[in-house]
């Protein structure tokens, strides 16, 4: 084995080509996968009346669009697992300042990981006004009450795609897999005063993966299933891991179509 290596490093650097005497073996490495965003980030932290209370979100923190929110309460440094939580949103910077936005309030009972989960849709018309608060109203099993706010600064990324007036949000799924997933939307419009759900669409939907070279191909998926507040669901059959494109694409009422486009999203192995 010894008598081998002098051999190996002969061999390789014979392949170092003419004139390059540091020979960039780094570079000819493909460029490595985003990095997954998994786990809840914390984003604020609050405090009254006897309660201590921490906001968490997923898939890397907060964002535009639809932001799964969980939230830890202790008292007395005890950890809360049983309590009305109530939570609301709106706004704080932009057209839709105060606007009241939709959101979902936990089950009563927290999960193992002692998180109150929830939702809200960080809504905004104008993507470069992302500040927002979320308050919480909370009444535990103990008979001890509070309302607590956050003052939350969300992203723009991929997640939230404005077109004219009309808001497209992915909801689901949180972290795409090869295989069947459940693609989920939810279409909202703004009005001036208020962002309501829009039902009674019929978007199409086209998922795509650019190979480079103008080479590329899309995945089986089964026609779109209307739910309720809005929301639209396609079961879509990922065949491979990687960068892939969504675009969802909504009549416009001129027998036209507008189109939503998530792209940057990574698909990973199960």
Do not use: K
């Amino acid at each position: 084995m010894i008598r081998l290596v002098p051999l190996l490093l002969l061999l390789l650097a014979g392949c170092v080509p003419d004139g390059l005497e540091d020979f960039d073996w780094d570079g000819l490495q493909p460029d490595p996968p985003p990095e997954e965003l998994t786990g809840d980030v914390l984003i604020g932290t609050a405090s009254a009346d006897g309660l201590d209370v921490e906001l968490y979100a997923a898939r890397g923190g907060a964002h535009l669009g639809y932001v799964r929110l969980a939230l830890r309460v202790a008292e007395g440094g005890a950890a809360v697992t049983d309590a009305q939580i109530s939570l609301s949103a709106t706004p704080t910077a932009g057209p839709a300042s105060s606007a009241a936005l939709p959101t979902e309030s936990p089950a009563t009972l927290a999960d193992g990981d002692g998180f109150f989960r929830g939702a809200a849709f960080l809504l905004s018309p104008d993507t470069t006004a992302r500040a927002f608060s979320v308050r919480a109203a909370i009444q535990t099993a103990s008979g001890a009450s509070a309302e607590v706010a956050f003052p939350v600064e969300a992203r723009q990324d991929i997640w939230m795609q404005p077109v004219d007036d009309v808001l497209v949000s992915w909801v689901d799924p949180l972290r795409p897999v090869v295989g069947e997933n459940a693609f989920t939307v939810a279409v909202h419009r703004w009005t001036g005063t208020a962002f309501l759900p829009v039902g009674g669409l019929e978007p199409g939907l086209y998922p795509y993966m650019d190979m480079g070279g103008g080479d590329g191909h899309s995945t089986p998926y089964e026609p779109v299933q209307a739910l309720s507040d809005g929301r639209y669901r396609w079961e879509v059959d990922f065949i491979m891991s990687g960068g892939w494109e969504m675009t969802v694409l909504l009549p416009d009422g001129s027998g036209g179509e507008d189109r939503a486009r998530f792209v940057g999203y990574t698909v990973y192995e199960p």
